[in-house]
Every structure is written in C-alpha cells, then in structure tokens.
C-alpha cells in the first residue's frame, strides 16, 4: 500500500459572481464563473495512529488544527462512506491566503478528499468525489475540478466552461481576512428592499473566456459582493485604486475578498502591476499567478 500521498490544488478568482437574493436555507443562488490560478497549496496524506494535522506557510497560525479543518472533514467523510478508520497525518503546506477570497480552505478539503482517496485505494467515482466536496461546501467542487467553470445552485453546480489562452493576475493580499457569511449578511442588508435580479452568467465574459481575450474579460469582469466587501473593509477601494494606476486592465475583489485581483495584459505587465501595488504600501504582499490553473493533481499523476 502507498504510504504517503501528496496532492496541490489551486486557488480561485471568480471573474464573475452575480448573487441572488437569500434562499430560505440562508444560501444564495449564484451565477459563478470561477477560475482557477497558479497559486497552491499542498495537501499531504501519510498513514499515522491518529487523525492529526499540521500547516506550514505565512498564515498557518489562522488555519484550526481540529476537525473543523476542511481537510479533516473531507478525510473524515470518506472514511464514514467506505467504513475505514480515519487514522492520518494531514499536513497543509498552505500558499493560499486564509480568509482570502481564494478557496484556501476549499483547495484543502478538495486535496485532501483526493490524496486519501489514493492512499485508502477507495476508488470512489468523479460524481462521489464531486458530492462529498458540495457537502463540505460550496467552492470546494471547483477546487477538485480547477480550470474554469460556472458554478450554479450555491456555487457547487460546475458546468466546464472553455478558456482560449493563459490570463495573467496579480493578487494583493490585505492585512486582514474576512468571513465569508458576514460579506454575504452586508450583501442582504445593502440590498434590503431592493429587487434582487436572477443571477445570470454574461454571454459577454464567457465569449471572453473562450477567446482568451484580456481586454473582453477586463471590461465583463464582475462581482455582486464587492460592494459589500468594500463596505466592511473601505481601505481596499486604495489598493484597487493603485493597481489601476498601475495598469491593470480591470480591478476587483476576489469573491469575498478581502484579497484584490488585477487582470493584467501579460507578464511584463503583470510585474508593472505588482511593483506599483507593492510600492503603495495598500495591502501585505502581492503575488502574480497566471489562469487557467489545472485542479487538484496527486503528485506524479495527472489532473483530477
Ligand atoms: C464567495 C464564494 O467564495 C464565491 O466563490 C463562495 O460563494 C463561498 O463559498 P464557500 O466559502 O465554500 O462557502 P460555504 O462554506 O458553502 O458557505 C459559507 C457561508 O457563506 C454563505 N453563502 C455561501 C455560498 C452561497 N452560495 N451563498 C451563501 O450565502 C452562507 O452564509 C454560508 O453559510
Ligand atoms: N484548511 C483550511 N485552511 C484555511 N482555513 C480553514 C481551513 N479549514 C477551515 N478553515 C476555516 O475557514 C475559514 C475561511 O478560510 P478560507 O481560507 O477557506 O477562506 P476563503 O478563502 O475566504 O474562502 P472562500 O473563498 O471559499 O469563501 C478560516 O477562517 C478558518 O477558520
């Protein structure tokens, strides 16, 4: 039996996220078009005594090492399906920002779903894998899957959208997280008496996606959350501020946020984007990464 499994799962941006009104289970219907970027993190799986995990990397301190740990969860719930004992070593090599907006803790449930299924030899079935990560929540289908996709319901539909060239982002990570259901609550209380349209996917941004067209998507790019993220968190309108001036082509919060992302025309521009945001002083690090990135991948085979 394999002992040790390593699997690296990339983070998200959603270039568009349209937001219904809140459903009666207090989820709200979407329209999300997420794509996956080159920024991962590593999910390693080894045989041990007890379920235990560890996390190395800049925001490990934040990540909860118990069982509320999406990684764990995912271990746990694959155990409970196929009646094994969950005895593993799980341990996170996180790059992904904690409380970003990026699907960290998303890319780990997805990792480590996928790395135990490989060291238990469960075998269980693309849809099997794809239900567990909806159970565990809804960005973690698109982590296993990466590329691009729309995600609908609560996210956790995926249809596989096609992308026709690489797209290259620039990340600026701010100082602080965000909870992803109070960006959602100050989504509901902005819009208190309002008429909430259905959430739609723009013909415009996938027909962007699919040409591999920086200045179509640039102008499509859109996020029904922003304005609520800007609300809990108004210093990020100056990092956004300050990669437009710097040359980015479009300028938005990721998901939830509070991390921003830049689209910007290619590499060499991407590198002018990241030096005038580091150069601001309006956020903690900046990290470009390019899209699409491919899903969660068990080392030495390919992508999920
Ligand atoms: C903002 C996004 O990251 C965009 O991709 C996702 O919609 C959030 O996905 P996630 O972090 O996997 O969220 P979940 O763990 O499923 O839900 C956390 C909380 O976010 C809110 N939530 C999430 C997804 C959704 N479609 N509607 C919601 O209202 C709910 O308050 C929920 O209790
Ligand atoms: N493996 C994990 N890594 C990071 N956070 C985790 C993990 N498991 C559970 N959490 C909890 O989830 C919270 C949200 O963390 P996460 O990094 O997934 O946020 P996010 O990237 O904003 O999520 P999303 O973009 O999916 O809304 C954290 O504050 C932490 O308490």
């Known amino acids: 039996m394999t002992e040790t499994v390593t699997v690296r799962v990339p983070a998200k941006v959603n270039v568009q996220l349209a937001v219904g009104g809140a459903r009666p289970d207090g989820f709200h219907d979407l329209a999300n078009v997420f794509l996956a970027v080159g920024l991962y993190d590593e ?53 992904i920002p904690v409380a970003g907006g990026m699907a960290g803790g998303s890319a780990d449930g997805a990792g480590a779903l996928l790395a135990c299924d490989a060291l238990w030899g469960t075998n269980a079935s693309r849809d099997e894998l794809l239900d567990i990560c909806a159970e565990l929540g809804s960005d973690v289908p698109f982590s296993l899957v990466g590329g691009a996709a729309l995600g609908t319901g609560r996210g956790e539909q995926l249809t596989a959208l096609e992308v026709g060239g690489t797209f290259h982002w620039v990340f600026a990570m701010a100082d602080r997280g965000l909870s992803t259901p109070a960006v959602f609550r100050e989504f509901d209380r902005l819009g208190e008496g309002l008429d909430i349209p259905e959430p739609v996917a723009a013909r415009e941004l996938l027909d962007a996606l699919a040409k591999g067209d920086p200045d179509a998507l640039a102008a ?20 956004l501020a300050a990669g437009r001036a710097g040359g980015a082509l479009a300028a938005l919060v990721s998901g939830s946020g509070p991390t921003t992302a830049f689209l910007a025309r290619d590499p060499e521009s991407a590198s002018k984007v990241a030096e005038a945001l580091s150069a601001s002083g309006t956020c903690r690090t900046v990290r470009t990464a390019s899209a699409p990135a491919p899903g969660a991948t068990v080392r030495g085979h390919s992508p999920f």
């Open 220 to 239: 499509a790019v859109s996020n029904d959350l922003q304005p609520a993220a800007l609300s809990l968190f108004p210093a990020l309108a100056d990092t």
């Open 43 to 95: 999910v390693t799986v080894t045989a041990a005594d007890e379920l235990r995990i560890t996390c190395e990397g800049p925001d490990a301190a934040q990540v909860p090492l118990d069982r509320t740990n999406l990684a764990a969860r995912a271990a746990l719930e694959l155990a409970r399906r196929y009646d094994i004992d969950p005895a593993v070593h799980l341990h996170i090599a996180k790059d």
